[in-house]
């Protein structure tokens, strides 16, 4: 693996895991019952469970890939159970069978999986066209509740807080950041 390549792995690396911590907070502070912890809760999954598939392991060791899809199909498990609340849930069993998907293509194909072609080229774009999208709509939403927080911060107003769960930003910003990282890593593939 080049210079360049490790580096940017391991930025990766970092990015899942302090959205995957920030998520944990989150549903430290809202309650694991509660609507809001139940999604941040799946959130922190998925970000440390795209940090670990992000790992430069260089052969993988074998091991990887099986304890990913476990952990990945009971993910959409629980994604589909999020489902009953609402359809904006939906996302979430996207980005669970996405990873599914991924950890089947490090599975089978050589080494690690990020490195050359692997998995099915229609599925592959299809997912890097949803993701495109969803990392552009999540900047310009990003952008929008950053101008109304400034707005309300120049009127004396507290800004929109997100509740007890933590700020709309951070939330919107570490949503993003995990599209980011999805994103990058179907590019690899």
Same mark, same amino acid.
């Given at each position: 693996? /080049?210079? /360049?390549?490790?580096? /940017? !792995?391991?930025?990766? &690396?970092?990015?899942?895991? !302090?959205?995957?911590?920030?998520?944990?907070?989150?549903?430290?502070?809202?309650?694991?019952?509660?609507?809001? *912890? /139940? !999604?941040?809760?799946?959130?922190?999954? #998925?970000?440390?469970?795209?940090?670990?598939?992000?790992?430069?392991?260089?052969?993988?060791?074998?091991?990887?890939?099986?304890?990913?899809?476990? &952990?990945?199909?009971?993910?959409?498990?629980?994604?589909?159970?999020?489902?009953?609340?609402?359809?904006?849930?939906?996302?979430?069993?996207?980005?669970?069978?996405?990873? &599914?998907? #991924? %950890?089947?293509?490090?599975?089978? @194909?050589? *080494?690690?999986?990020?490195?050359?072609?692997?998995?099915?080229?229609?599925?592959? *774009?299809?997912?890097?066209?949803?993701? =495109?999208?969803?990392?552009?709509?999540?900047?310009?939403?990003?952008?929008?509740?950053?101008?109304? =927080?400034?707005?309300?911060? +120049?009127?004396?107003? %507290?800004? +929109?807080?997100?509740?007890? @769960?933590?700020?709309?930003?951070?939330?919107?910003?570490?949503?993003?950041?995990?599209?980011?990282? #999805?994103? !990058?890593?179907?590019?690899? #593939?």
């Amino acid at each position: 693996m /080049s210079l /360049s390549s490790s580096v /940017s !792995a391991w930025l990766l &690396v970092l990015l899942c895991t !302090a959205s995957g911590a920030y998520c944990l907070l989150r549903v430290r502070r809202t309650g694991r019952g509660s609507r809001g *912890g /139940s !999604a941040a809760a799946g959130e922190a999954l #998925m970000g440390f469970g795209m940090a670990l598939m992000a790992l430069p392991l260089g052969t993988g060791g074998g091991w990887q890939g099986p304890v990913l899809l476990v &952990v990945f199909c009971a993910a959409a498990l629980h994604s589909v159970w999020l489902l009953r609340e609402g359809a904006h849930h939906t996302h979430h069993l996207v980005g669970s069978l996405t990873m &599914v998907y #991924m %950890a089947l293509a490090a599975a089978s @194909g050589p *080494g690690h999986g990020h490195a050359g072609t692997a998995g099915l080229p229609l599925l592959t *774009g299809l997912l890097l066209v949803y993701y =495109a999208g969803y990392v552009v709509l999540g900047g310009a939403r990003l952008v929008t509740v950053g101008a109304t =927080a400034a707005a309300g911060a +120049d009127t004396g107003g %507290a800004g +929109d807080r997100g509740g007890r @769960g933590g700020s709309t930003e951070l939330i919107r910003a570490c949503r993003l950041a995990m599209g980011t990282g #999805m994103l !990058a890593m179907l590019l690899t #593939m």
